[in-house]
T-cell receptor, first 114, second 114 residues
Framework: DVKVTQSSRYLVKRTGEKVFLECVQD?????MFWYRQDPGLGLRLIYF???????EKGDIPEGYSVSREKKERFSLILESASTNQTSMYLC?????????????FGEGSWLTVV | AQSVSQHNHHVILSEAASLELGCNYS??????LFWYVQYPGQHLQLLLK??????LVKGIKGFEAEFIKSKFSFNLRKPSVQWSDTAEYFC????????????FGAGTRLFVKA
């Protein structure tokens, strides 16, 4: 079974803080993704990575950055957290080599910015 | 640009009722289609997917979906729901000629009354 692990399930941060969300997958997947999930909006792609040190912007990258130094680890960084970044953040991974591979999700990180 | 539209945001059914959740997408090329499910407190998981071949796809737990190319639709069905089907359901589209981006619909919350 593919396992995507997000290190923090629940976080509360103050406005202006720098926030790190960590994600590790154990299936040697090339692709990794960060989504945010908000009621009524579904999942929106923030950033994705198709290889170590490679990253691409998704639909809503503003206010976020990412880091992929190792194949199994993909970090999401909020440089200066704001209240409108309060959300559920989902990390995911998939095999590379094509666009139709199943995406496997972690359990999510609930972030509240106060 | 690709988009995915799920017609119902909330559906309430009694046990044994039949279910159909609508999903339409906008993309003129070849697509891969997915339904994901998120049970309360659990991570998103794949329910079923369509890549090619038979447009009627069977998934886990008795779910099926039919791809109708002329209608740009991929509706999810189950003939008889159970209380344990209470969850949020997401339709997703990935364009085969595109990059790695998978676009999700806004989700449909299903509540099944026991």
């Amino acid at each position: 079974d593919v396992k995507v692990t997000q290190s923090s399930r629940y976080l509360v941060k103050r406005t202006g803080e720098k926030v790190f969300l960590e994600c590790v997958q154990d299936m040697d997947h090339e692709n990794m993704f960060w989504y945010r999930q908000d009621p009524g909006l579904g999942l929106r792609l923030i950033y994705f990575s198709y290889d170590v040190k490679m990253k691409e912007k998704g639909d809503i990258p503003e206010g976020y950055s990412v880091s992929r130094e190792k194949k199994e680890r993909f970090s999401l960084i909020l440089e200066s957290a704001s209240t409108n970044q309060t959300s559920m953040y989902l990390c995911a991974s998939s095999l590379g080599g094509g666009t139709g591979n199943t995406i496997y999700f972690g359990e999510g990180s609930w972030l509240t910015v106060v | 640009a690709q988009s995915v539209s799920q017609h119902n945001h909330h559906v309430i059914l009694s046990e044994a009722a039949s279910l159909e959740l609508g999903c339409n997408y906008s993309y003129g090329g070849t697509v891969n289609l997915f339904w994901y499910v998120q049970y309360p407190g659990q991570h998103l998981q794949l329910l079923l997917k369509y890549f090619s071949g038979d447009p009627l796809v069977k998934g886990i737990k008795g779910f099926e979906a039919e791809f109708i190319k002329s209608k740009f639709s991929f509706n999810l069905r189950k003939p008889s729901v159970q209380w344990s089907d209470t969850a949020e359901y997401f339709c997703a589209v990935n364009a085969r000629t595109g990059g790695f981006k998978t676009i999700f619909g806004a989700g449909t919350r299903l509540f099944v009354k026991a």
